[in-house]
């Protein structure tokens, strides 16, 4: 039985949380690309780019960085999931401990693109001036 561009998004979902990079890795297109707003607080505390490209480098990202920043207490509460043709939304609160000890708390919505069967693009949206107070402790004037 073949799955549609929603199943594939779930299954995807669950193997991120196995932090299995070859695993992960079977999700993706050779020439997939993960793209976040730059400058957002996860790629600065991990000195990672926040647009990734090839499927190894968001595989060891999801599998080796993502547990360096986030260190226990991961949880994701899905708010939404929806799809359309070859794109899937997909909302969600995650919560976490910081390798700083601080709690993370914070609201993203994921843009998935899908090819053949595989994501091919992922654009990430969330409250940047949150994470970096949750993660840097920055107080961030509304101006």
Same mark, same amino acid.
Request: proline share 2%; charged share 25%.
């Given at each position: 039985?073949?799955?549609?561009?929603?199943?594939?998004?779930?299954?995807?979902?669950?193997?991120?949380?196995?932090?299995?990079?070859?695993?992960?890795?079977?999700?993706?297109?050779?020439?997939?690309?993960?793209?976040?707003?730059?400058?957002?607080?996860?790629?600065?505390?991990?000195?990672?780019?926040?647009?990734?490209?090839?499927?190894?480098?968001?595989?060891?990202?999801?599998? +080796?960085?993502?547990?360096?920043?986030?260190? !226990? *207490?991961?949880? &994701?509460?899905?708010?939404?999931? =929806?799809? #359309?043709?070859? @794109?899937?939304?997909?909302?969600?609160?995650?919560?976490?401990?910081?390798?700083?000890?601080?709690?993370?708390?914070? +609201?993203?919505?994921?843009?998935?693109?899908? !090819? *053949?069967?595989? &994501?091919?693009?992922?654009?990430? =949206?969330? #409250?940047?001036? @949150?994470?970096?107070?949750?993660?840097?402790?920055?107080?961030?004037?509304?101006?």
């Amino acid at each position: 039985m073949e799955l549609n561009n929603k199943d594939i998004v779930i299954a995807a979902w669950r193997s991120f949380a196995q932090h299995d990079a070859e695993r992960i890795a079977e999700f993706f297109s050779d020439d997939a690309e993960w793209v976040a707003p730059a400058g957002n607080a996860t790629a600065m505390a991990l000195n990672v780019p926040s647009h990734m490209v090839g499927r190894q480098a968001i595989a060891r990202f999801i599998a +080796d960085d993502f547990p360096r920043l986030f260190t !226990r *207490d991961v949880d &994701i509460d899905f708010r939404g999931l =929806y799809a #359309d043709g070859h @794109r899937v939304i997909v909302e969600e609160t995650m919560t976490a401990t910081l390798a700083n000890g601080n709690s993370y708390v914070n +609201d993203y919505c994921f843009v998935f693109e899908l !090819r *053949d069967g595989l &994501i091919r693009r992922v654009r990430e =949206y969330m #409250d940047t001036a @949150r994470g970096h107070h949750m993660v840097f402790g920055e107080q961030v004037s509304a101006g």
